[in-house]
């Protein structure tokens, strides 16, 4: 059996996926003020910063930039996994393997992430997260989906205006 390690870079910018264990779920929009709380007390104990986050009805995808010296993403997943679990008091199926480690069923057990390597992929990253809603057919522009950071990016003045409002066309990396 092959054994993934992940790197471990302090600072890192790094793009993850992280999905429901049922994907045919909405639950990730349904209860999205309890994902927000889970979301805001974890970073509130583990700070980093947002590059970009879009939450779709069974899975997200987030691009966070660690501080200095800080290369460890994966106590953060763990702590949001499990308020947001505890928040939304459902355990879903559970195999043996899950019910050994004391892990719920709600999430997939694993979550991808891949280190951003240079300045072009980090925009490619941002936009997949962006277009993301578009892609699974949620809305026909990116602006329309509620639970993304364009709003922010937006608002800040800090995106191109074709983002806005304008359909756009292209592959947008995972």
């Not at 974890?42 to 200095?68: G, K, Q, R």
Request: glycine residues 6%; contains cysteine; positive net charge.
């Amino acid at each position: 059996m092959s054994r993934y390690i992940r790197p471990k870079v302090a600072g890192a910018s790094v793009f993850f996926t992280v999905a429901l264990a049922d994907r045919r779920s909405d639950l990730l929009v349904q209860e999205i003020d309890a994902l927000r709380r889970a979301v805001g007390a974890t970073l509130s104990d583990y700070p980093v910063f947002i590059d970009a986050w879009i939450v779709l009805p069974d899975h997200l995808h987030c691009v966070w930039t660690l501080p200095e010296g800080d290369a460890d993403y994966s106590t953060r997943w763990k702590k949001i996994k499990a308020r947001f679990t505890k928040a939304v008091g459902l355990i879903g199926h559970r195999s043996a393997s899950k019910v050994a480690k004391g892990e719920s069923g709600l999430w997939q057990r694993r979550f991808w992430d891949h280190h951003i390597r240079d300045e072009r992929d980090f925009t490619t990253h941002l936009r997949y997260c962006w277009w993301n809603p578009v892609k699974h057919g949620l809305v026909e522009k990116p602006v329309e989906w509620p639970y993304s950071s364009i709003h922010r990016e937006i608002r800040l003045g800090m995106i191109e205006p074709e983002w806005s409002g304008a359909s756009i066309e292209g592959v947008f990396g995972e």
